[in-house]
Every structure is written in structure tokens, then in C-alpha cells.
């Protein structure tokens, strides 16, 4: 059964630092994977989608590595704002289409 | 652009009530599926369906009922609601085909009392 981790449950840093969220799965039989943002009280707004066959993704201020021998995957984000304040998941597809998610970082960025 | 559409809000039942959430999405996506969201649980998949006329269950079935007589709609029934169904419910739908990201409808937030 596939297992998602994400370490760690909360992070609080100052405005303006680098920081790297990490998520870990146990079976590497994944169709993609996706990182998504949630804002309190809020749905899940996806972030970024690494395919299987992918090393990684960039958006903006975010990359996302995928390495899928280890089973772990990373967020990066640069440059941290207090609007980056929201919890993210990470989540891997199966081949039939089912999203395992982990349960969430907590980020907090103060001003 | 609609996205998905969740309804209600929000809702306050009582033990044994019935009742149906709402979930509809306006791009033609073949594959909704239905979480719950809970403390220190994460998002666990209820039921989900890959098209018209097909659902299968997810991880935590029991208690729920899904039907899927349209792409467009999804909706989630509980039959008999018990404390424990007290949660966040979350309808999500994609395009079946290719590397596409999930769409997430707001949430209804659910109290059984």
C-alpha cells in the first residue's frame, strides 16, 4: 500500500529565506507527482506535476525535484513571502488514476 | 470559469440524518473523485468514478453512496449520518488522458451532532 510522508509537519521562517519541503512515498510505481497549495478554509490549488519519466519542474519561485528510485520528492521555494503563509501537499497518481496525498507542511513566513 | 462547484457550504445534521453534497464541474473532465479532509489524517479518498456510469470506492467507503448519471455532476450521499463523518469534504476532478493535475472544488465543511 502506498504511503506519503511529508516532513516537516510545520516550518516557520523569516521573510526572504530559501526553504525545502520534502515528501517521501514508499512504492516508486507512480504515474506523476503533484504538489498543491491550501489556504485556510480553502480548496487545493495545484502548484506544479512531475510525470514519472521527469526530474523536475519549475514555476516561478518554486522547483520540485521527483526522484523516484529513492522515493522523495522536494519544494523548493526561493525567496520566501508572508503570501507563501498556506499548508502544502504532496500527492502521487497511481496508474489508475487515484491520489495519495501526505499530510501537509505548514508553512509560515514572517514579516 | 466555474472549475468545481460545491454545494453547500456548509451544513450542521443530526445523527441518522440523510442527505446529498453537491459536486459539479464544467471541463468535461472525465475522472471526479470525492475526499474527506481530517486532523492529522490528511485527504482520503471516498469514492471515485473514471466516467458516466462507473464509480468504484476509495479508502474509506463505508457509509457513503456516489452515483454518476452525468460527466458534469457527482454527487456524495450519506446515508445515516454518524459523529464520525464530521469532516471536510472535497469533490476533485481531471482530465483522464495525459499528465493532468487534479481539480479541487472549496469544501463543504459537514458537523453531525
Known amino acids: 500500500k502506498q504511503e506519503v510522508t511529508q516532513i516537516p509537519a510545520a516550518l516557520s521562517v523569516p521573510e526572504g529565506e530559501n526553504l525545502v519541503l520534502n515528501c517521501s512515498f514508499t512504492?516508486?510505481?507512480?504515474?506523476?507527482l503533484q504538489w498543491f497549495r491550501q489556504d485556510p478554509g480553502k480548496g487545493l490549488t495545484s502548484l506544479l506535476l512531475i510525470q514519472s519519466s521527469q526530474r523536475e519542474q519549475t514555476s516561478g519561485r518554486l522547483n520540485a525535484s521527483l526522484d523516484k528510485s529513492s522515493g522523495r520528492s522536494t519544494l523548493y521555494i526561493a525567496a520566501s513571502q508572508p503570501g507563501d503563509s498556506a499548508t502544502y501537499l504532496c500527492a502521487v497518481r497511481d496508474q489508475g488514476g487515484k491520489l495519495i496525498f501526505g499530510q501537509g507542511t505548514e508553512l509560515s513566513v514572517k514579516p | 470559469n466555474a472549475g468545481v462547484t460545491q454545494t453547500p457550504k456548509f451544513q450542521v445534521l443530526k445523527t441518522g440524518q440523510s442527505m446529498t453534497l453537491q459536486c459539479a464541474q464544467d471541463m468535461n473532465h472525465e475522472y471526479m473523485s470525492w475526499y474527506r479532509q481530517d486532523p492529522g489524517m490528511g485527504l482520503r479518498l471516498i469514492h471515485y468514478?473514471?466516467?458516466?456510469?462507473?464509480?468504484d470506492q476509495g479508502e474509506v467507503p463505508n457509509g457513503y453512496n456516489v452515483s454518476r448519471s452525468t460527466t458534469e455532476d457527482f454527487p456524495l450521499r450519506l446515508l445515516s449520518a454518524a459523529p464520525s463523518q464530521t469532516s471536510v469534504y472535497f469533490c476533485a476532478s481531471m482530465k483522464s488522458q495525459g499528465n493532468q493535475p487534479q481539480h479541487f472544488g472549496d469544501g463543504t465543511r459537514l458537523s453531525i451532532l
Open positions: 512504492d516508486s510505481a507512480i504515474y506523476n
Open positions: 468514478s473514471v466516467g458516466a456510469g462507473i464509480t
